[in-house]
């Protein structure tokens, strides 16, 4: 199954300092257990290991009193850097739990995240938790801006399947 979905930020920037297209791929694979829930994802940029912006926070965004968010900081390096300092939902970056399977988030030149992003060696991070599972983490290092259309991917070993970021000047 695939989602696509445009991430936004609204209130940062206004004009785009490169132009280029993200598509980001995420693979929940499937896990035969008795008790199983959706991992809870949480999707960033960092630079020398430090936050620079959120693209999506998938997590049960449907709970009454909004008891979701209990147990974001489940996820625990996103929680340390930028989760604990958001107040849920935040509109364009929350986003409900996905199923197993591949999910895409294709995010265009114009998105906050990117549209301000100095010239640099980044990494997309992704990280998942559980419920009655585990927790995993995955980088995934790029170049922006691209000079050319690339793609990078790294692999999960549970938790996560396969994770790519593509980009396209």
């Given at each position: 199954?695939?989602?696509?979905?445009?991430?936004?930020?609204?209130?940062?920037?206004?004009?785009?300092?490169?132009?280029?297209?993200?598509?980001?791929?995420?693979?929940?694979?499937?896990?035969?257990?008795?008790?199983?829930?959706?991992?809870?994802?949480?999707?960033?940029?960092?630079?020398?290991?430090?936050?620079?912006?959120?693209?999506?926070?998938?997590?049960?965004?449907?709970?009454?009193?909004?008891?979701?968010?209990?147990?974001?900081?489940?996820?625990?390096?996103?929680?340390?850097?930028?989760?604990?300092?958001?107040?849920?939902?935040?509109?364009?970056?929350?986003?409900?739990?996905?199923?197993?399977g591949e999910h895409r988030v294709a995010i265009d030149s114009k998105n906050p995240a990117?549209?301000?992003?100095?010239?640099?060696?980044?990494?997309?991070?992704?990280?998942?938790?559980?419920?009655?599972?585990?927790?995993?983490?995955?980088?995934?290092?790029?170049?922006?801006?691209?000079?050319?259309?690339?793609?990078?991917?790294?692999?999960?070993?549970?938790?996560?399947?396969?994770?790519?970021?593509?980009?396209?000047?």
């Amino acid at each position: 199954m695939r989602a696509a979905l445009t991430v936004t930020l609204s209130g940062l920037a206004l004009a785009p300092a490169w132009a280029a297209d993200v598509a980001i791929s995420v693979q929940i694979p499937r896990i035969n257990q008795a008790e199983y829930h959706r991992p809870y994802v949480a999707i960033w940029l960092e630079q020398e290991r430090k936050h620079v912006a959120d693209l999506a926070v998938w997590y049960d965004i449907k709970l009454r009193n909004n008891e979701g968010t209990k147990w974001l900081k489940d996820m625990r390096q996103w929680w340390r850097v930028s989760g604990r300092d958001l107040d849920m939902p935040v509109d364009g970056l929350s986003q409900v739990t996905r199923p197993p399977g591949e999910h895409r988030v294709a995010i265009d030149s114009k998105n906050p995240a990117f549209e301000k992003l100095p010239a640099g060696a980044y990494n997309l991070v992704v990280e998942a938790a559980r419920e009655v599972g585990g927790r995993e983490l995955v980088r995934v290092p790029f170049e922006w801006p691209p000079k050319k259309a690339e793609r990078g991917e790294a692999s999960g070993s549970r938790e996560l399947g396969k994770v790519a970021i593509e980009l396209n000047p």
